[in-house]
């Protein structure tokens, strides 16, 4: 690596000094009333290399906090948090505490430029104890409301910028063709429709009013990670481009459309050439084609994937860059990152034109974010994470995506006066039902952080519920059985499911149990995908998919009581069995519940 930008402050003379702006003294670039491209343009002239190469590098939070001034030593354009990367108390004020100290930090360097910090909001801001967390995507498919999803943007922005976070990797625009695939419940649906009109109302939500309290949002996974042979995560999509352009690309180009100022590159490969070296696909079709103007990040050691190898190498570097990627999720070695980038640019491999490029697309989101006037963390916004009006908002969203896809002898809605009793592992835990992104990356069944669970919306709307997990004690008195069962959460590639896709044994024992008492049994599935439950579909008098709800399970409970009629429609093929998958619309195969499928109550 060169000398650090902190040292290249002596020599500032060394570099050319460009006009001052409007007001004779301060720098153009620091003018607000100049158009952007005047400011970046102005700014660029004033940066050195080491500079230039700093803005396209972002590195996580807890490889920089050791050692927090490398971030100004470096001139280290971007911080981010990976999933559950929080600070050591995880509250709303921590994070802005937390933001505020590395923008502190960055603005201290010779040209004083801001850095943009980023996070997985992808269900509200997840990762923050107490934030509100909404439905995951595939609920919101169900739900077919945008503008219900452009109001869940712009309220997952407000919180975020309560705790200063700024950029969103968020929407996921996957169109997931195979429910195996671990990340199905980040996609709206499984045509290229849902998450078109669904990723842009988010995108519009996220980015009104950018920096106050708008923040970044993010198209990703560029393009096809949806598409992969037998869903597998990270996997190869063997598709034709025609395949490609018809089904995968249309959120994208609306999302470019729509403004977007980011988009993070898939890890899986198109026909065997892995996105993160694509010179076609991000160059000349993203960002020429179709005009893509912010900028592309790599996904997360992305770039590590080249050459099949652990690590990565200045080839792969070059590989990246070269290819149209603009800032590198390292996301640890940074110093080695930085190391190798300077060396494939000294030998010419990476011109100064892709690194001005990379910078200008870069710079320009900064400014557009209000970021050089407004840099830290909007502190009035901290108290509103997770307040009552936020939660109203998704309780809504919960109600909204309601699926019912069976009810036979008018079981549902149940009514306030029956003796009921409910069973499930999802019946009481907010982390099953809020799945993975949920506090952390994986999450995690239990009380991981403050909502409503299913049963608890059950016993604000009816006197008489027991609730035993394990079904146990279920008897003839009961005038009917809730069984509320399905996955404990998971993301990625930890929730590809390769072989069975069936409930597991603690699920099916306690429905056996319901059963055998031969009370009416109206069943509520808590995943992220469809599961295979065909063979015991015949058993249950009622089912409602209610996909991953997120904190506010009263919403479910609204639905099931009849405060509100399900109005929920299948976002996705519901499969006959595993065997069927990929089980998509217009494939010619025949589903359990086609796409589009769902129920209502006859009054
Ligand atoms: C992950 C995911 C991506 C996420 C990124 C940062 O591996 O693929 O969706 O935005 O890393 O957490």
Same mark, same amino acid.
């Given at each position: ?16 000094? %460009? ?8 720098? @153009?670039?620091? #003018? ?20 230039? !190469? ?27 948090? +990976?999933? +559950?990367? @929080? ?43 107490? @934030? ?26 407000? $919180? ?120 076609? !696909? ?24 080249? #050459? ?74 901290? #108290? ?7 939660? %109203? ?20 809605? !149940? ?41 608890? +919306?059950?016993? $604000? ?17 009961? #005038?009917? @059985? ?122």
């Amino acid at each position: 690596m060169g000398i650090g930008v902190g040292v290249l402050a002596l020599c500032a003379g060394a570099v050319g000094v %460009a006009p001052a702006g409007a007001d004779s003294g301060r720098p @153009a670039y620091r #003018d607000a009333r100049l158009p952007t491209e005047a400011r970046v343009g102005d700014l660029l002239s004033r940066m050195t290399l080491d500079e230039k !190469l700093g803005q396209m590098t972002q590195a996580e939070r807890g490889a920089l906090a050791p050692q927090q001034e490398d971030l100004a030593k470096y001139g280290i354009g971007s911080v981010l948090s +990976g999933g +559950g990367s @929080a600070p050591a108390t995880n509250t709303p004020a921590a994070w802005a505490d937390m933001y505020d100290s590395f923008q502190r930090t960055a603005l201290g360097t010779r040209l004083g430029i801001p850095m943009i910090y980023g996070a997985d909001a992808v269900h509200g801001h997840n990762n923050v104890k107490g @934030a509100t967390v909404f439905p995951h995507h595939i609920g919101l498919g169900a739900a077919r409301d945008a503008r219900l999803t452009e109001r869940i943007g712009r309220t997952t922005a407000e $919180e975020m910028a309560g705790t200063g976070v700024d950029w969103n990797f968020a929407p996921c625009l996957c169109v997931a063709r195979n429910d195996r695939w671990g990340r199905t419940y980040e996609s709206y649906g499984e045509t290229p429709q849902l998450p078109t009109v669904l990723g842009a109302a988010e995108i519009e939500g996220l980015q009104h009013r950018l920096g106050d309290p708008g923040v970044l949002a993010t198209a990703k996974h560029y393009v096809g990670d949806g598409g992969t042979e037998g869903g597998d995560d990270q996997g190869d999509t063997r598709i034709s481009e025609k395949e490609l352009r018809a089904t995968h690309l249309p959120p994208f180009r609306k999302a470019v459309r729509e403004g977007v100022g980011s988009v993070m590159v898939s890890f899986s490969s198109w026909n065997g050439q892995k996105l993160h070296g694509h010179k076609y !696909l991000i160059s000349d079709v993203l960002k020429k084609e179709l005009r893509f103007k912010g900028f592309v990040v790599s996904d997360w050691a992305g770039i590590d994937q080249l #050459d099949g190898e652990e690590g990565f190498t200045g080839e792969e570097v070059r590989t990246a860059v070269n290819a149209g990627i603009d800032m590198v999720m390292v996301p640890n070695d940074y110093k080695k990152f930085l190391t190798l980038l300077r060396e494939e640019v000294d030998a010419g491999r990476i011109p100064m034109s892709r690194v001005d490029d990379a910078n200008r697309r870069i710079l320009a989101q900064k400014f557009r974010l209000g970021l050089f006037e407004r840099p830290f963390t909007d502190r009035s916004r901290t #108290d509103d994470v997770g307040s009552g009006e936020h939660r %109203a908002l998704a309780r809504q969203a919960v109600r909204a995506s309601q699926t019912l896809l069976k009810n036979d002898d008018g079981v549902l809605p !149940l009514k306030r006066k029956s003796k009921i009793f409910v069973a499930g592992k999802n019946a009481d835990d907010i982390g099953n039902q809020s799945g993975g992104w949920t506090i952390t990356w994986q999450g995690q069944s239990g009380d991981i952080t403050p909502g409503t669970t299913i049963l608890e +919306g059950m016993r $604000e709307r009816a006197k008489d519920v027991t609730y035993d997990r394990n079904g146990e004690g279920i008897d003839k008195s009961y #005038d009917v @059985a809730v069984a509320v069962v399905g996955e404990k959460p998971y993301a990625e590639f930890e929730g590809d499911r390769p072989g069975a896709m069936g409930l597991d044994d603690e699920d099916l024992a306690a429905l056996k149990r319901l059963k055998s008492s031969g009370v009416p049994v109206a069943v509520v599935l808590v995943s992220g995908r469809p599961l295979d439950i065909a063979d015991q579909l015949p058993g249950w008098d009622a089912l409602l998919a209610s996909w991953l709800p997120g904190t506010e399970g009263n919403g479910v409970s609204d639905v099931l009581f009849g405060a509100y009629r399900p109005t929920g429609k299948l976002p996705v093929s519901w499969m006959r069995d595993a065997a069927q998958q990929p089980v998509n619309v217009g494939d010619g195969k025949r589903p359990l519940f086609p796409y589009g499928y769902g129920l209502t109550y006859r009054r």
